[in-house]
């Protein structure tokens, strides 16, 4: 009952559209539903699909939401659909060539997951394949289980926190904790998230096909041992696994990488991070805070390296400096040995520029993260002519995949981290809603510099477009000027009654017509506070207008308010008819 | 990022050339800037204002202090070059601080000489990092000083009364990195290698005790004499962890039928002073006190609201005045630590906990306002509504068991405190005179327990004695 109350307000609000001809409906309830109707191009799958639409719509209202939303927008298209009675496998060049799909998309990780809600949306016959489980690493060992300890820890953290707990007027006495209830929370939120993945896609009728998927031709693919599919376009979405430098034995006990890490299997007392990117940095907040010691190992001269250097510096002087961790900048871990026969783990650091060994470190645990390595082997990419660059798929900036020859593969794409470009769970999906725009009609370049990027950190840190050297850098070589602002949380007063004013915010922009840059945020859910800023830069939204818009008092976001307000945009650039920038 | 005020401090007098490195400067140019001086005859105003520092003409930027925790800073960027003219209010360098980048800036007009301590490098505070010199005709020899000084620039300044902060800072730094590489390694933990620093223990002198041989923080806090205990507090959670058994896992197992029930906030925290109160030796000492004269006076008094207990508080803060070491505390194992107030804490019972509501000035507030007093805290407490100053100032403590029948008891010394008196019933009891005669009379043992540390027995014993003076003749009590 509760879905039927929903078709008929989708019904009224599709009551301006023009109504398809009834015949091609099966029943009331179908032709109550047209506003879903009109989006699919074709009468086979038309019905289908919207049989599964009602699941949808008793399995969750968001789905509801989603297709009544896309209906609006998607006008022109329909109307494109509407005459043609063909089915939707209409092959290139006008030659029907029948395929079983639409879309197939390797790999159910977020990127997956996220060109196939798009594509189901736009109408397309999608199938996923997956040749482990559905959610790939960033729900299963990577973003979410993840965020569940560092959720621990955050409040580990406070509640140690004499001083702050004073501060507040609270008391608390001898917080502790269960390492197995902490490594339940994380499971059970991955097992959780991933679920809702399966159930989302099973709902909307996206196929599920179970099985390594491998690439046997053009169109063409296996998954499984011998199930043999075909589809109008290919999405590779294959992911990537912790990369472990040569030399690193990893027993998956003393040495380990974040897949091991996250199952938080034991605390030791001491453990070497080799890497403090996102990874690491993020790990070492979990440990300290369960009361580990930590060492860094950085084959860079300076920890945190990929960050603004500003931002890095002060997340140092907060994220490292007051903790239990010491570092080594500029050496590399050449041979880490797991700990046996009762001797510790042991590692051996050569320095990064001269290759001399430089120092043994014997410590209880060693946790390596160094990186990803895209996960493509076995993707049957020489079947098609395809080398990888250091194992990444070679795409151009529309995410197709380039062959050997600098050729592009038609009806090949490749998102996320198996193409290196920009290696998060939001910008593989980002980059599969592109694809699918573009397989379905529409041109679409996704603009990285809108991407943001956050460490889940205590405090976090939160990044989107260029740093401030690469700014400069850019300005030297185009020939414009840069300005930067900051403003601290320490001005923020619903920072200082959280009683968290550590934290800067940061803007790296054109003075001469307020074009953001980049934007840094160092602080109290930095994380959550910078998508004004990416979705500023996605939308072209410049200074002088985005400075105008009103932020609820006392928020945490009247610091991207200030940082907005701070900014000296050039007189004569204000108020220019601010052109959306192609995204 | 903050500007700061200038630290361009003027080289100091010194009539007595020292090793210094600022005097080694300033003794030379004494005459070298009067002769410079008069010839050029600048500007009069700043002739004028210069006056009393004519030998100053070439300064010392020294590392400023710009927190109250900062010992060292590190240079990271000069905003000048050698050679550039600099003028008052402007910014010279930017140094790092424990807790954030900050702009130096000048208060001088002048050249920057020469920079003694480079970009990236660290120095303490008060260390010279910078040589400005008033006019071009000096900045030659201020360079050449500095360059022959260079080395041991940092070393020593005169500002600063303490000569060693020849350690300039990246070193520890580096040793702690570079430690392990010795020959036999000593291995430290990260946390123990911060300790090191922190309170400037050497390694060498630290035998490890942890996994392995390496030093852990435990073993620096007992190398640099400090008690574990502090840290035990915050680290014991975390640090039972790894193995939840010893902690969690009560000794013997639950009988069947029994029911665990966890401590309040209240019995939390009166459980943890019982176990800290472990580390203090304390010593007992008791004295019997006849009271027939107090029990009189009590009938007397109590129609106006006077208590046992403000008449008992009364009695030992008067006593107190006079021993004023059975008021102090032992804070450090150290010293003595002598209050300058009597607050007499007492212990009440209440809902299944304890709580010491504290008598302030117990020996300047008279017996009816102290009686008034106690209403009023008794009637907070039971409200939940004491203030924490209300229940943890206390310098002495009266513990009363009498009213249960209770003849003699003895308490646990609180944490901070130096002594705490456990009164019993008062009681009829046969007694004998000094002239052999036998009388019934009301006595009460008193029992006092204190920190032996600071509280021996004589003074025990002093204390007692002239408390039971004071009961046994309580018409001062009154007054």
Same mark, same amino acid.
């Given at each position: 009952?509760?879905?039927?109350?929903?078709?008929?307000q989708?019904?009224?609000?599709?009551?301006?559209?023009?109504?398809?001809?009834?015949s091609?409906?099966?029943?009331?309830?179908?032709?109550?539903?047209?506003?879903?109707?009109?989006?699919?191009?074709?009468?086979?799958?038309?019905?289908?699909?919207?049989?599964?639409?009602?699941?949808?719509?008793?399995?969750?209202?968001?789905?509801?939401?989603?297709?009544?939303?896309?209906?609006?927008?998607q006008l022109?298209?329909r109307?494109?659909?509407?005459?043609?009675?063909?089915?939707?496998?209409?092959?290139?060049?006008?030659?029907?060539?029948?395929?079983?799909?639409?879309?197939?998309?390797?790999?159910?990780?977020?990127?997956?997951?996220?060109?196939?809600?798009?594509?189901?949306?736009?109408?397309?016959k999608?199938?996923?394949?997956?040749?482990?489980?559905?959610?790939?690493?960033?729900?299963?060992?990577?973003?979410?289980?993840?965020?569940?300890?560092?959720?621990?820890?955050?409040?580990?953290?406070?509640?140690?926190?004499?001083?702050?707990?004073?501060?507040?007027?609270?008391?608390?006495h001898?917080?502790?904790?269960?390492?197995?209830g902490?490594?339940?929370?994380?499971?059970?939120?991955?097992?959780?998230?991933?679920?809702?993945?399966t159930?989302?896609?099973?709902?909307?009728?996206?196929?599920?096909?179970?099985?390594?998927?491998?690439?046997?031709?053009?169109?063409?693919?296996?998954?499984?041992?011998?199930?043999?599919?075909?589809?109008?376009?290919?999405?590779?979405?294959?992911?990537?696994?912790?990369?472990?430098?040569?030399?690193?034995?990893?027993?998956?006990?003393?040495?380990?990488?974040?897949?091991?890490?996250?199952?938080?299997?034991?605390?030791?007392?001491?453990?070497?991070?080799?890497?403090?990117?996102?990874?690491?940095?993020?790990?070492?907040?979990?440990?300290?805070?369960?009361?580990?010691?930590?060492?860094?190992?950085?084959?860079?001269?300076?920890?945190?390296?990929?960050?603004?250097?500003?931002?890095?510096?002060?997340?140092?002087?907060?994220?490292?400096?007051?903790?239990?961790?010491?570092?080594?900048?500029?050496?590399?871990?050449?041979?880490?040995?797991?700990?046996?026969?009762?001797?510790?783990?042991?590692?051996?650091?050569?320095?990064?520029?001269?290759?001399?060994?430089?120092?043994?470190?014997?410590?209880?645990?060693?946790?390596?993260?160094?990186?990803?390595?895209?996960?493509?082997?076995?993707?049957?990419?020489?079947?098609?002519n395809?080398?990888?660059?250091?194992?990444?798929?070679?795409?151009?900036?529309?995410?197709?995949?380039?062959?050997?020859?600098?050729?592009?593969?038609?009806?090949?794409?490749?998102?996320?981290?198996?193409?290196g470009?920009?290696?998060?769970?939001?910008?593989?999906?980002?980059?599969?809603?592109?694809?699918?725009?573009?397989?379905?009609?529409?041109?679409?370049?996704?603009n990285?510099?809108?991407?943001?990027?956050?460490?889940?950190?205590?405090?976090?840190?939160?990044?989107?477009?260029?740093?401030?050297?690469?700014?400069?850098?850019?300005?030297?070589?185009?020939?414009?000027?840069?300005?930067?602002?900051?403003?601290?949380?320490?001005?923020?007063?619903?920072?200082?009654?959280?009683?968290?004013?550590?934290?800067?915010?940061?803007?790296?922009?054109?003075?001469?017509?307020?074009?953001?840059?980049?934007?840094?945020?160092?602080?109290?859910?930095?994380?959550?506070?910078?998508?004004?800023a990416?979705?500023?830069?996605?939308?072209?939204?410049?200074?002088?207008?985005?400075?105008?818009?009103?932020?609820?008092?006392?928020?945490?976001?009247?610091?991207?308010?200030?940082?907005?307000?701070?900014?000296?945009?050039?007189?004569?650039?204000?108020?220019?008819?601010?052109?959306?920038?192609?995204? | 990022?903050?500007?700061?005020?200038?630290f361009?401090?003027?080289?100091?007098?010194s009539?007595?050339?020292?090793?210094?490195?600022?005097?080694?400067?300033?003794?030379?140019?004494?005459?070298?800037?009067?002769?410079?001086?008069?010839?050029?005859?600048?500007?009069?105003?700043?002739?004028?204002?210069?006056?009393?520092?004519?030998?100053?003409?070439?300064?010392?930027?020294?590392?400023?202090?710009?927190?109250s925790?900062?010992?060292?800073?590190?240079?990271?960027?000069?905003?000048?070059?050698?050679?550039?003219?600099?003028?008052?209010?402007?910014?010279?360098?930017?140094?790092?601080?424990?807790?954030?980048?900050?702009?130096?800036?000048?208060?001088?007009?002048?050249?920057?000489?020469?920079?003694?301590?480079?970009?990236?490098?660290?120095?303490?505070?008060?260390?010279?990092?910078?040589?400005?010199?008033?006019?071009?005709?000096?900045?030659?020899?201020?360079?050449?000083? =500095? %360059?022959? *000084?260079?080395?041991?620039? !940092?070393? /020593?300044?005169? $500002?600063?009364? &303490?000569?060693?902060? #020849?350690?300039?800072?990246?070193?520890?730094?580096?040793?702690?990195?570079?430690?392990?590489s010795?020959?036999?390694?000593t291995?430290?933990?990260?946390?123990?290698?911060?300790?090191?620093?922190?309170?400037?223990?050497?390694?060498?002198?630290?035998?490890?005790?942890?996994?392995?041989?390496?030093?852990?923080?435990?073993?620096?806090?007992?190398?640099?004499?400090?008690?574990?205990s502090?840290?035990?507090?915050?680290?014991?959670?975390?640090?039972?962890?790894?193995k939840?058994?010893?902690? =969690? %896992?009560? *000794?013997?197992?639950?009988? !069947?039928? /029994?029911?665990? $029930?966890?401590? &309040?906030?209240?019995? #939390?925290?009166?459980?943890?002073?019982?176990?800290?109160?472990?580390?203090?030796?304390?010593?007992?000492?008791?004295?019997?006190?006849?009271?027939?004269?107090?029990?009189?006076?009590?009938?007397?008094?109590?129609?106006?609201?006077?208590?046992?207990?403000?008449?008992?508080?009364?009695?030992?803060?008067?006593?107190?005045?006079?021993?004023?070491?059975?008021n102090?505390?032992?804070?450090?194992?150290?010293?003595?630590?002598?209050?300058?107030?009597?607050?007499?804490?007492?212990?009440?019972?209440?809902?299944?906990?304890?709580?010491?509501?504290?008598?302030?000035?117990?020996?300047?507030?008279?017996?009816?306002?102290?009686?008034?007093?106690?209403?009023?805290?008794?009637?907070?407490?039971?409200?939940?509504?004491?203030?924490?100053?209300?229940?943890?100032?206390?310098?002495?403590?009266?513990?009363?068991?009498?009213?249960?029948?209770?003849?003699?008891?003895?308490?646990?010394?609180?944490?901070?405190?130096?002594?705490?008196?456990a009164?019993?019933?008062?009681?009829?009891?046969?007694?004998?005179?000094?002239?052999?005669?036998?009388?019934?009379?009301?006595?009460?043992?008193?029992?006092?327990?204190a920190?032996?540390?600071?509280?021996?027995?004589?003074?025990?014993?002093?204390?007692?004695?002239?408390?039971?003076?004071?009961?046994?003749?309580?018409?001062?009590?009154?007054?």
């Open positions: 009952m509760h879905y039927s109350a929903a078709f008929s989708a019904a009224t609000s599709a009551t301006a559209v023009p109504t398809i001809s009834g091609r409906h099966v029943g009331a309830l179908h032709s109550s539903s047209s506003s879903c109707t009109l989006l699919i191009p074709s009468k086979p799958i038309n019905l289908r699909f919207c049989g599964l639409r009602r699941e949808a719509f008793g399995f969750s209202p968001s789905a509801f939401t989603r297709c009544s939303n896309s209906q609006r927008v022109p298209s109307r494109r659909f509407k005459g043609s009675n063909v089915s939707a496998s209409l092959g290139d060049n006008g030659i029907p060539k029948s395929f079983d799909y639409d879309l197939i998309i390797i790999g159910a990780g977020v990127g997956g997951h996220g060109a196939a809600l798009h594509a189901v949306e736009k109408g397309l999608t199938a996923i394949i997956e040749g482990d489980v559905v959610g790939g690493t960033c729900v299963n060992r990577g973003c979410v289980p993840s965020k569940a300890l560092l959720a621990v820890s955050g409040r580990m953290r406070e509640l140690q926190s004499e001083h702050h707990m004073k501060a507040l007027g609270l008391q608390v001898a917080a502790g904790y269960d390492r197995q902490v490594a339940d929370h994380a499971n059970n939120l991955a097992t959780k998230i991933r679920n809702n993945l159930n989302s896609m099973k709902a909307l009728g996206v196929d599920i096909l179970t099985g390594v998927g491998t690439i046997l031709g053009p169109q063409k693919v296996k998954f499984g041992t011998d199930n043999i599919v075909t589809a109008k376009d290919i999405i590779i979405a294959t992911g990537s696994v912790p990369f472990v430098p040569k030399g690193i034995e990893v027993d998956g006990k003393t040495v380990i990488t974040s897949d091991h890490a996250l199952k938080l299997e034991f605390v030791p007392d001491w453990i070497a991070i080799v890497g403090s990117g996102y990874i690491g940095l993020e790990f070492s907040d979990v440990y300290t805070a369960l009361g580990s010691e930590v060492t860094f190992i950085e084959a860079l001269d300076q920890l945190m390296p990929g960050f603004d250097p500003e931002i890095g510096k002060l997340a140092q002087r907060v994220l490292v400096n007051p903790r239990k961790i010491d570092y080594h900048t500029g050496v590399f871990a050449t041979k880490i040995t797991p700990a046996k026969d009762g001797k510790p783990v042991t590692i051996e650091l050569i320095d990064a520029k001269t290759k001399e060994p430089k120092d043994t470190l014997e410590v209880d645990a060693a946790l390596i993260a160094t990186g990803r390595a895209p996960f493509t082997n076995g993707l049957g990419l020489e079947n098609i395809v080398v990888t660059q250091r194992g990444f798929v070679p795409v151009d900036e529309r995410m197709r995949v380039t062959d050997a020859n600098g050729n592009l593969v038609p009806h090949l794409y490749c998102i996320g981290d198996a193409n470009k920009m290696m998060l769970a939001h910008a593989a999906s980002a980059q599969g809603i592109s694809v699918v725009e573009q397989v379905t009609g529409r041109d679409h370049v996704l990285h510099l809108s991407i943001p990027a956050a460490c889940f950190t205590h405090p976090e840190i939160s990044m989107v477009g260029l740093t401030e050297p690469q700014a400069r850098e850019k300005a030297e070589k185009e020939g414009f000027e840069v300005s930067v602002a900051k403003t601290s949380f320490k001005a923020n007063t619903k920072a200082l009654a959280e009683n968290e004013g550590e934290g800067l915010a940061k803007l790296i922009y054109r003075p001469d017509n307020g074009e953001i840059l980049g934007v840094h945020i160092f602080g109290l859910h930095a994380a959550d506070l910078i998508h004004e990416s979705n500023a830069i996605a939308l072209g939204t410049r200074i002088q207008d985005i400075k105008f818009a009103v932020h609820a008092h006392p928020t945490l976001s009247e610091v991207l308010d200030e940082l907005f307000k701070a900014a000296k945009v050039k007189d004569h650039a204000s108020n220019p008819v601010s052109e959306p920038v192609a995204v | 990022m903050a500007t700061l005020s200038p361009l401090s003027k080289t100091p007098l009539n007595t050339p020292t090793i210094s490195f600022s005097s080694s400067i300033s003794t030379p140019l004494k005459w070298k800037s009067i002769t410079s001086f008069s010839p050029s005859g600048s500007s009069s105003s700043r002739s004028r204002r210069r006056i009393f520092i004519v030998q100053s003409k070439i300064r010392e930027i020294f590392m400023p202090a710009l927190s925790t900062m010992t060292e800073g590190k240079i990271v960027s000069w905003i000048k070059s050698e050679g550039d003219v600099l003028s008052k209010g402007e910014s010279v360098v930017v140094v790092e601080s424990d807790k954030a980048d900050m702009d130096v800036e000048t208060f001088y007009d002048g050249i920057l000489a020469a920079i003694v301590v480079p970009e990236g490098e660290s120095a303490p505070v008060g260390a010279a990092i910078g040589i400005l010199a008033e006019t071009e005709a000096e900045v030659a020899q201020a360079k050449a000083k =500095a %360059a022959s *000084a260079g080395a041991a620039a !940092p070393a /020593s300044h005169p $500002v600063t009364s &303490t000569p060693v902060p #020849a350690v300039s800072p990246p070193e520890p730094k580096k040793v702690a990195e570079s430690a392990p010795g020959p036999r390694k291995v430290a933990t990260p946390y123990a290698k911060k300790l090191l620093k922190q309170h400037k223990v050497d390694i060498n002198s630290v035998v490890g005790t942890g996994p392995f041989g390496r030093i852990t923080p435990e073993d620096v806090e007992k190398a640099a004499g400090i008690a574990p502090k840290s035990v507090a915050p680290s014991a959670a975390p640090a039972a962890l790894p939840p058994a010893p902690a =969690a %896992a009560p *000794a013997a197992p639950l009988l !069947p039928g /029994s029911t665990v $029930v966890p401590f &309040t906030t209240m019995q #939390a925290a009166v459980s943890k002073n019982m176990i800290e109160s472990l580390s203090v030796p304390t010593f007992r000492v008791g004295y019997p006190i006849i009271t027939d004269a107090l029990d009189a006076l009590y009938e007397k008094v109590k129609p106006k609201g006077v208590t046992m207990t403000a008449l008992l508080a009364k009695a030992a803060a008067m006593a107190l005045v006079q021993h004023p070491v059975v102090a505390s032992c804070k450090d194992g150290k010293s003595f630590t002598y209050n300058a107030n009597i607050n007499i804490a007492v212990a009440v019972a209440i809902n299944g906990g304890l709580i010491t509501p504290v008598l302030q000035d117990a020996d300047k507030l008279d017996l009816y306002l102290l009686s008034q007093k106690w209403k009023e805290l008794v009637e907070k407490a039971r409200s939940k509504q004491l203030q924490p100053h209300e229940y943890n100032s206390g310098t002495f403590t009266l513990s009363n068991l009498g009213m249960f029948g209770v003849d003699r008891f003895d308490a646990i010394l609180p944490p901070g405190q130096g002594a705490i008196m009164v019993g019933a008062s009681k009829p009891t046969v007694v004998a005179d000094a002239d052999g005669f036998f009388g019934v009379k009301s006595k009460m043992l008193v029992n006092v327990t920190d032996h540390r600071i509280i021996y027995g004589a003074d025990l014993a002093a204390f007692l004695q002239t408390f039971s003076k004071i009961v046994e003749n309580p018409e001062s009590l009154t007054l």
